[in-house]
Each structure stands twice: as structure tokens, then as C-alpha cells.
């Protein structure tokens, strides 16, 4: 315990003592000529523009969460992608070697290598059952994925500015409404 | 073991049972991925979502309710129907395809995440229940309009299999994701009332605070799993036992302390959900902006899931070892003064509220400190040690006793808040207002709404724990619990008192809701209130419960299935 406690002081002591030092050498070394563009924000390397206190719009937030939730359910494809791609390999018939099929079982259930014994391995009719099964599961989740990016794409969250869209609909005429298409025609020549 | 007898295991054994014993949840998700097709495919005009909510919670009703039937039955062990109540569970359970290896045997499912026993069961069913009715009110009331009701009914019907994840939780992840998975959408469901400043005002500070609660207790979890080793529900009290090395439980004990500390952190988690003092500060303000139907779906439902979890968290720690023990008295008595303290401050600051519905907000904290009793004075008894002079089947007699109040409690507690809030709903679309003062005279209005301040008169006399209301025999079982486990220890007669004079003065601020109502004069310039028949018999409909659970055999047909409940959990 007390040897844990001298560590952890310890690497406050030198951490702060490195951070610190190229400060204070640096407050003493440096010259102090300061003029208006040395004091201006740093704009990468632009002149600004003026404060980025500024009202924007509110489609950024949606937009951005949109982006997050797909971008965090995108996240859970890799986890499965490893088991997935492990299963499928070892459900190869053809896979006939005994040490690559131990090898191959040990990096699958993530066990330090030559762990598995002709006993333990797995045989391709369980690495088939596991990769159907991971296949159904998949296919089922990026389903419901699919149900929820239909149903903002056709509520319109993905149009950036939604009244525009909006007007611009209704400004176009409408194709399903041909009977009225037909009476402009026909209005047209009088 | 084999990888290949695990996955046999897996996809022959436990996957079968399991999908079998979560359809009903399973219902739930396809609802509400039919409701986002209907709205694409269909339009909302076509076809409302509040059917498709309706139709889909329903069938998961009867789904939860026929499970429920084959367990009480026995219909699993002995296969026969003698009564009408029998052949109905049985036609039930072949409808839905229920089998004694499935739904008829109780333990862990899901690789032991979830448990699958009455007590969840029950849980379950009242949740579904309580839903049906809310989405009935929703209907009535016109609270979400056509336009927003699929994204409604999403986060009505999500945060509904959040709760019943929750209480079926048998993992410390499970619990998490329970409670989150209930909390995040209700944060949106408080929001809805797009462009109301106060509802947006209430919708942030409830997800800051949420966020807040759940970062504690996420926290307070790893603290545990940590020193336990574990995060299965089980195993829990064994491994405690085993950490301890045979030391007593005190505070100079590193491992006790560190335990301590995490339940703790993990009991903020419970504490923010069932708006238990001193985390209650958002439940008056979430409730004044949500609309009332989202406040009476939270104040009932995300309570109901919070105490069952509370209750199988707890009694993971249940054992006949002395640090057992030790640990649970201290936890009994520190829930105990949180208790008291919500109790006497959701009291107390109820009486100065002009706004019926943070008025409701200040009672559901009070009565969140009453329920709280029961769990208190179960951790007193649960297991108590030989040398304080109770027989085994005493212990197990109380304890049991101790879980059906909460159970009859919040059985009631449901009836009694959706009335009040259901009357508060009804009123707004009325008189446009939700002040207490804007009720004044409404009993000389049309039929329907005399039937309104009937249900009120009912639902607050209940909520004060008048008999021949279901509340008083609620919190007469809970009161009860507590004067037995004050035969334990000395701690609980101050809660006993405390609570007793707490039921004393509640009476004051729901009778000024009542004067209102009943005896002021009825202001000259309000235009005349039509309530709508149709209205008026729904409100009838809900209110008669909370009179029938105190004075008709219902009242000791539900304790007895809460006993029966209760029982399977000492077994």
C-alpha cells in the first residue's frame, strides 16, 4: 500500500515538474515585444471574421445526432465482424489441418496460443452453427437500423433546410394529381 | 467444456426457453418498428399509431398475463384445468405456446442477465397493464397529436421494455442498462411539447440530472464488480462472504467500506429514479412542463420498475452470515432516514403549491419515502440472525409480508395517480389551466365532470390512506412491516413515528384540492365545462379499482397472489 501511495506521488512530483519547468524557463528566455497581430486569436493563420458566440442553425444538432446514433450502432459491427470472420474461416471443410484449426480456435476465443487440444477445437459444423446464427443476428439488427433511417430519411431530418424542401414541393406541381395537369392543358388555349 | 457443447447449450437450451419467456418484450419491439413502417407506408391519416401502440401492448398483455396464469395454476407440474380459472390460463397458455421446460420453469434466462420467476412476472404484468391504460388516456385526451404519435408511441413503448429489463435484471449490466434504457427516452417523452419554454426548461434539467445519477452509479457498479469479482446477482453475497476473510463488518474493514461505498453510489441511481430526497429536485420541475399523462406515466411506471430492482439488488445480499447481516441493518437504517426525510420534505412542500401537478410531483416523493418503508424494514428482517428471538418461518413469514405491501401499495398507487393525473389531463383540455384555483366549483359542471371530482375525492382519499380506499390498506401492510421490524431494531419505531405523523398532515394539502373542487364558489366569467361522456367513463373505469382494492374480496384476492409472489422469493 505505501509503496503504491510513494508511486502515485512520485508521478504527480514529475509529471507537474515537466509540465511546469518549459514554462517557467520559457517565461524567463523569451523576448516580450508584443504588438495587435500577436495578440489577435489564432485563426488558423486567417484574419477572423469576429466572435464565435453567434447563433447557428439548429439543423447542425440534428444532423449531428443523426450522425452519432448510426455512427455508435456502426460501432457494434466490429465486435461481431472478429467472431464472424473467425467462425466463417473455421467453417471451411476443406480446413483439414489439425494445428491450423487449433490455432485458428485459440485466436477465436481469444485464448493465449496452444490452449486448444484436438479435443477443444472447433470442428466446422460448430464454426458453421456460429456463423449462421451470428448472420441471423446481424441481419436482424442492421434490419431494425435500416426501419429507423427510412423512417427519418422519409420524415425528412435529412433535408437541410426543411421549409425549402417544403416550399419547393409544393411550388412544383404534383405528379399524382394528373386530372388537374390535364385542365391546365386544356385551359391553355382559351 | 467445449466450444461446441456451449453453442449446443446455447442455441437447444437456453435460446428456445428464453425467446419463449421475452416475447412479450419481443411483441413490444415489433410494435414499434410497425409503428415507424405504418407511418412510412401508410401516412398517419390512414392509420393512427395510437391503435398500433394500443394493439401491440395489449397482445403483450395477455402475453405477460398468460405466463403469469400457467405459474399460479401450477398448470407446468400438473397439467390438468378443474376450475374456469384454469381452463382459461390453459387456453392462454396454448395460444401463446407455453411449455413446462419454457415459461414453466423459473430461474435465469439469457445466460442467467435476466431472471424469470413470479416476482418479475407480476412486475411485468402491472406495467403492461398501466400502459394499456395510458395509452387509452393518450387517446381520449389528444395528447400526442396525430402528426407526433409514432415518435410518442416509440418512446412510450421503449422506455416500457427498459422497465421490464429492469425488473427482471439479474446482473449488475442488466440493471444499468435497465435503468437507462427506461430513463432516456422518458427524458424525450417530458420534452414533447415542442415550443412550450417550460417544457423544454424541465426536459434539460431532467437529462442533466439523469446523466448525473447514472454516471454515479455506473460508477458505483465497477466498485462493486471490482471487489466482489463479479456481476452476476447470485453470487453476489457468497463472494462478499468469501472477501471478508471472516472479519466483522465495521468501518475500519477496507472491503466493507469499498462495498459500502458502491451500493451506495448504485442506491443515488435509484434514489434519482424514484425521486427520493435529497434527488428529488427534478421530479417537481420534469412534472410541471411534461404533460400530465407523461408525469403520470413516470410517477407510476418508472417507480414500479425502480422498487422491484431495489428490492432483487437488496436481497442479492441476503445470507445467514453475520456480515450479511451487518451489511443489511445498515442499509436498512440508512434507507430508513432517507425515507423519513422524503417523506416529511415531499409533505412539507406540497403545501404551498398552486400548480396541481407539481402538487402531484411533491406527493409522489412522499410516497416514494412510504414504499421506501417496506424495503427498510425488509432488510431489517430479511435473514435476521437466531439470537434476536424469531423462529426461522416467523423471518420468512414477515419478510414476505414486508415485499406484498410494496406490492399492494404500488398495485394501488397505480390507480391512484393515473386518476389524479388522468383528471388533471382531462381538466387542461378543458379550462386550459392547470392551477389549483381553476378548479373552483367544477362539481356544479355537466355529469361527467361531477364523475371527474368524484374520481379526484377517491384518488385523494386513497393518496392520504382513508379507508375504505385501497390506500389505506396499502400503507395499513407496509406499517405493519415496519412495527414488526421494529421489534428487530429500535431504529425503525422513529420511522414508524415519523411516518404516522407524516399520513396526518398529507390530508391538509390534498383536501385543498378537494375544497377547490367541491366547496369554493365557482368563478361567474368561466363558460360552461363539457366533459365528454366517453371521457367520464374511462376516469370511472380507473377509479373504481382504487375502491374496490379496499373494500371487496379483490383486495384480498391481490394479496393473497402478492403473498404468493412475495413467498417465491425467500424460497
Request: charged letters at 10%; one cysteine or more.
Amino acid at each position: 500500500m505505501l509503496d503504491l501511495n510513494f508511486h502515485l506521488v512520485l508521478a504527480v512530483i514529475v509529471g507537474a515538474t515537466l509540465i511546469l519547468l518549459p514554462l517557467i524557463i520559457g517565461k524567463f528566455v523569451r523576448p516580450r515585444i508584443p504588438t495587435p497581430e500577436k495578440d489577435a486569436v489564432y485563426e488558423c493563420g486567417e484574419p477572423t471574421i469576429g466572435s464565435s458566440y453567434i447563433q447557428f442553425d439548429l439543423r447542425f444538432y440534428v444532423v449531428a445526432l443523426l450522425f452519432i446514433i448510426f455512427d455508435v450502432e456502426v460501432v457494434f459491427f466490429f465486435p461481431w465482424a472478429t467472431i464472424f470472420g473467425g467462425a466463417t474461416q473455421l467453417s471451411d471443410a476443406s480446413l483439414t489441418s489439425d494445428a491450423v484449426r487449433m490455432e485458428l480456435t485459440d485466436k477465436l476465443t481469444n485464448f493465449p496460443a496452444g490452449t486448444a487440444t484436438a479435443e477443444t477445437m472447433i470442428s466446422a459444423e460448430t464454426a458453421q452453427t456460429m456463423a449462421l446464427v451470428g448472420f441471423a443476428d446481424i441481419l436482424v439488427f442492421f434490419g431494425v437500423l435500416l426501419v429507423g433511417f427510412a423512417y427519418v430519411w422519409s420524415r425528412g431530418d435529412l433535408d437541410w433546410v426543411r421549409a425549402m424542401v417544403a416550399q419547393a414541393k409544393q411550388a412544383a406541381p404534383s405528379r399524382r394529381a394528373t386530372p388537374s395537369l390535364v385542365e391546365t392543358h386544356e385551359a391553355q388555349p382559351v | 467444456m467445449t466450444v461446441q457443447q456451449i453453442i449446443d447449450g446455447l442455441i437447444n437450451g437456453d435460446l428456445p426457453r428464453a425467446i419463449e419467456i421475452f416475447a412479450p418484450e419481443l411483441i413490444l419491439c415489433a410494435a414499434i418498428v410497425l409503428l415507424l413502417l405504418v407511418r412510412m407506408i401508410f401516412g398517419v391519416q390512414r392509420i393512427p399509431a395510437c391503435w398500433v401502440a394500443l394493439l401491440g401492448t395489449l397482445v403483450a398483455f395477455t402475453g405477460v398475463f398468460a405466463q403469469f396464469m400457467y405459474l399460479k395454476t401450477d398448470l407446468s407440474i400438473t397439467g390438468v384445468a378443474d376450475t374456469p380459472v384454469e381452463e382459461l390460463a390453459a387456453r392462454l397458455a396454448s395460444a401463446y405456446h407455453l411449455t413446462p421446460e419454457g415459461v414453466g420453469s423459473v430461474g435465469g434466462f439469457f445466460t442467467d442477465l435476466l431472471m424469470h420467476d413470479q416476482f418479475t412476472l407480476f412486475f411485468r404484468l402491472g406495467l403492461l397493464l398501466f400502459v394499456v391504460l395510458v395509452i387509452a388516456l393518450t387517446v381520449l385526451t389528444g395528447i400526442p397529436d396525430n402528426d407526433d404519435g409514432p415518435d410518442f408511441y416509440t418512446l412510450l413503448l421503449g422506455s416500457t421494455v427498459g422497465m421490464m429489463l429492469a425488473v427482471g435484471a439479474n446482473n449488475l449490466l442488466m440493471i444499468f442498462l435497465g435503468i437507462e434504457m427506461m430513463s432516456v427516452p422518458s427524458y424525450a417523452m417530458v420534452g414533447f411539447l415542442k415550443g412550450r419554454r417550460q417544457s423544454s426548461e424541465a426536459a434539460l434539467k431532467y437529462v442533466v440530472y439523469g446523466a448525473g445519477a447514472a454516471g454515479v452509479m455506473l460508477y458505483g457498479l465497477s466498485l462493486i464488480a471490482g471487489i466482489l469479482g463479479t456481476l452476476s446477482l447470485p453470487e453476489l453475497a457468497g463472494h462478499f462472504v468469501t472477501v471478508m476473510h471472516g472479519e466483522t463488518f465495521g468501518p475500519t474493514n477496507a472491503a466493507a467500506v469499498t462495498l459500502v461505498l458502491g451500493i451506495m453510489m448504485v442506491l443515488v441511481g435509484f434514489a434519482f429514479k424514484l425521486s427520493l430526497v435529497p434527488f428529488h429536485f427534478w421530479c417537481p420541475d420534469a412534472f410541471e412542463g411534461a404533460a400530465a399523462e407523461v408525469g403520470g406515466f413516470l410517477s407510476v411506471a418508472s417507480k414500479a420498475a425502480s422498487f422491484a430492482l431495489l428490492v432483487r439488488f437488496l436481497l442479492a445480499f441476503s445470507g445467514p452470515e453475520e456480515v450479511l447481516h451487518g451489511l443489511r441493518v445498515f442499509l436498512g437504517i440508512g434507507l430508513a432516514v432517507i425515507a423519513c426525510l422524503s417523506m416529511t420534505l415531499g409533505n412539507l412542500a406540497a403545501y404551498t403549491q398552486t400548480n396541481v401537478k407539481r402538487l402531484l410531483a411533491y406527493s409522489t416523493i412522499a410516497h416514494a419515502g412510504y414504499m421506501l418503508m417496506a424495503v427498510s424494514a425488509l432488510l431489517i428482517i430479511t435473514d435476521a440472525p437466531a439470537t434476536e428471538g424469531w423462529t426461522r418461518s416467523q423471518i420468512f413469514y414477515q419478510s414476505a409480508r414486508a415485499v406484498e405491501g410494496l406490492m399492494y401499495y404500488l398495485a394501488v398507487y397505480l390507480f391512484m395517480n393515473l386518476v389524479a393525473f388522468s383528471v388533471v389531463a382531462i381538466l387542461r383540455n378543458e379550462t386550459y389551466s392547470e392551477e389549483i384555483d381553476s378548479y373552483n366549483g367544477l362539481v356544479h359542471q355537466n355529469p361527467a365532470t361531477k364523475l371527474l371530482c368524484l374520481a379526484m375525492l377517491m384518488a385523494m382519499f386513497s393518496l392520504v390512506g382513508l379507508p375504505p380506499f385501497g390506500g389505506f390498506f396499502a400503507k395499513l401492510q407496509i406499517f405493519t412491516s415496519v412495527l414488526y421490524a421494529a421489534d428487530l431494531h429500535w431504529s425503525m419505531w422513529v420511522l414508524l413515528a415519523v411516518a404516522g405523523a407524516n399520513t396526518v398532515f398529507s390530508l391538509v394539502y390534498y383536501l385543498r384540492v378537494l375544497k377547490a373542487m367541491f366547496i369554493n364558489p365557482e368563478p361567474e366569467e368561466r363558460r360552461a365545462i363539457q366533459t365528454p361522456a366517453l371521457v367520464g367513463t374511462y376516469i370511472a373505469l380507473i377509479a373504481l379499482p382504487i375502491f374496490l382494492l379496499g373494500a371487496s374480496p379483490l383486495q384480498s384476492d391481490l394479496t393473497d397472489t402478492a403473498n404468493y409472489v412475495a413467498r417465491t422469493l425467500f424460497r
